[in-house]
């Protein structure tokens, strides 16, 4: 007999084909006047040396207008209705995608949830000392419909930037975001869900510190250099825009943000899910970097610390620290402790800290970051608080 976590898991599945199946017939009857939007989300690849880099590429195909700039005077209102146009996607299935980048040409295809992904090779004469580059992407033999937006009938095309890590990086840092860069309560289902369906980008908060933290993180104990930051979060893609617009306002470095796809499958629901989906992305972003190492920050809220001490066992010599924000009660730190001791067994200090300014003291004492940055982390942390 199957189990009731079966049983839900069909169950729910069953439901969320109909669903689309259904949304998908309505769609080609409602939205046919609706504009087709590109969303790409930032690829990345590693350094060039020897041989070309892999580029790592994703995003999606849907039907629906901009969202309105955010602003903090918006309403509840807004906020909510913003929210809704984000879950409430129009996806389009089928659809060939072609990227150019690095003066090639690419297509892919984007599956039923509208989704596009696509690994490919950069040349290795890329222009030292660069990291972002451009690319484009573009619907093949798909135009705007008519008095759907002020450029019906034009071709549909979207301009964007990869990141691909310089050959002079000391090192790359991999971030968790819910409860690590900005506050979410994720313990707290009710607060997590207040917060991420009635703020924007402007009435959510960071982790005091967190942006002058990062920054000296990314230019590392010499100011001329350039160190990679990777976001993994589990939050829906959907989220995705108001993720950007958040680490834009804030002043928090850019980097390629990795989340994963909504679905109502208790599989991806579950905590087993979360483990599941950051560790893949984690590896994702030390394959294509094999050269480099890694710090890792994350908060002990969920499953950051077993992830990261996964990572350590699966990476000998790859990972220089790790950093655990404290945002649990004492049993739960007590689990940490245990895992502590796991990764010192692989000579990589993991530190619970309680602010952002210890875990940058501990870096500085690494040579991680620049000690003269320490004030500067202080001062942010004051403001940030303030």
Known sequence: MASWREFLSNASTD???QFNRLKSRLSGRLDAQKPYKIVYYRGFGGPTQESPATVWLKGRVLRERDLSTPSDNDTFWQNLLATYQRFESDEVPGVTVR????????????DNEGYFELTINSPTNLPPGRVWFPIRYSLDGVLQPANATA????????DGYMMV???FSQ??????????????GATSLLQTARLTFLGNAYTRLPFAGIAAFYRALQSGPVTTLFNPIYYVSSSPWNLYDLLVDFFRIQGIPKGPILLRDFSLSPEILSSEGHHIHKLAMIRKVLDVNPHLSFVLIGDSGQQDPEIYAQVVRENPGRIRAIYIRDVSEDRRDEDVRQLIKTTESYNVPMLLVSDTVAAAEHAASLGLIDPDTIPEIRADRRADKE
């Open 99 to 110: 990227i150019d980048a690095f003066g090639q040409t690419h297509t892919t295809v984007t």
């Open 151 to 158: 450029e019906a009938g034009q071709p549909v095309v979207k």
């Open 171 to 184: 090192f790359g840092v991999i971030s968790d975001i819910d409860d690590t860069v900005l506050v979410t």
């Open 165 to 167: 890590s310089p050959s």
């Open 15 to 17: 439901a969320e084909i």
